[in-house]
């Protein structure tokens, strides 16, 4: 029920930072790459959402007549940041479930997987 954009992107930092904290231990390489691949396309939607002037879900809805370029590339963003496969933020989340499953983590692996299912509804009702 939440329609503020900014208190949704905290939540979507939360799960992320779920996905590094529990490959740190096993790949500290990994964690970075993810940590920086997170941050750039965070910095791409907050500056996107800045220079729309969109705070809440409802004016976003309408950004879309206003900049239609923009509001595709957020779009594209926000997919990413859900981790989709043709997307830059499919690779980190791969990496992971993989080198989870090297590490006989399967059960952990499953859980992440299926719980990033939930943060795709939160991306996909923003795009």
Known sequence: NQTQIRKIMAFSSISHLGW?????????KLTLLNFYLYTMMT?????TLNFMKVLKLSTLMTAWAKAPSLSAML???????AGLPPLTGFLPKWL??????????????MALSLLSLLGLFFYLRLA
């Open 43 to 47: 910095a791409a939607t907050f500056l």
């Open 96 to 109: 992971i479930i993989q080198e989870l499953t090297k590490q006989d983590m399967v059960p952990a692996a």
């Open 75 to 81: 779009m594209l963003t926000m997919l990413s940041l």
């Open 20 to 28: 590094m904290s529990i490959i740190i231990v096993y790949n500290p």
